[in-house]
């Protein structure tokens, strides 16, 4: 049934989440080509602006059409039809969430294509630049860029995911039958209290860890990275913390989503 829920989620989100793509690439292959052809004195600046307003009309979309996957097929007139579906609370949260993060993930992957795209019309000398520097930085490296990578798509999804629950949790609060009068304001209330709350608990982790006899040590490792520049230590450093933020981002994912399943089954309140 879940695999179901998530066929339908895709149907009815696919179309503006197209039109969306088909923007990006059309937008980052024709506004440069005019740039060009114009000889446009700022043209950089231009090509600056021009990329910052794809990046946030990019964000805008993906944020309005999230609200459309859940808050519409949940609290809305729909959810009545939704949750009279022969799937639990936890099944139906899982389902939109794993959709929410497959189209993010699609958008920001899409949305980097299309900025190679753009700055290849724009100066292709300015690719195989790039492309050189991503050379000499595999070669110091030595290989061990590759786990590093790939920690930091896992960390950049497991963000994804999490922010996502949260998003899902804080609509969920603004739309307890006692707070119904003030529902946006509660649920932008609640998102970033949920914010505050992460950064307390950051801190109360690292205050906790200080203590441990290990830490003096650690601390002392450290230090003797940074003094001796040795860029492969520092790396493998990195990946350590890139693994315990993905093991954070997973763990607050959970309870987000936890809670608004809970909100689902004991305070559900359709409009």
Known sequence: MLTKLMKYDI??????????????????IIVPLLIN??????????????ITSIII????????????????????????LTMTLPVSSGQLVFSKLLVSTMWIVLTGIVSVIGLFIFAFVMNPAANIKLTEIISEIHAVLN???????????????????KEIAKLFLACSIGHLKQLSRFRVPVGIAAYFACSWLETLLIQGIGKAVSYLPQSS??????????DTGQLQDFVGIFNGVLFTGILFALFTAFVYSAGTVWILNHKLDLD
């Open 11 to 28: 149907r009815s989100t696919w179309r503006d989440f197209a039109g969306i793509y088909m923007a990006i690439l059309l937008g980052v």
């Open 37 to 50: 052809n114009f000889d446009i004195p700022i043209a950089g600046t231009l090509a600056m602006l021009i």
């Open 57 to 80: 009309g990019t964000i805008v979309v993906t944020v309005i059409n999230l609200f459309h996957i859940f808050l519409k097929n949940v609290f809305s007139k729909q959810g009545y």
């Open 143 to 161: 290989g061990q860029g590759y786990l590093s990578a790939a920690l930091i798509i896992l960390m950049t999804t497991a963000s994804v995911v």
């Open 217 to 226: 040590e650690l601390v002392r490792q450290i230090n003797a990275v940074a």
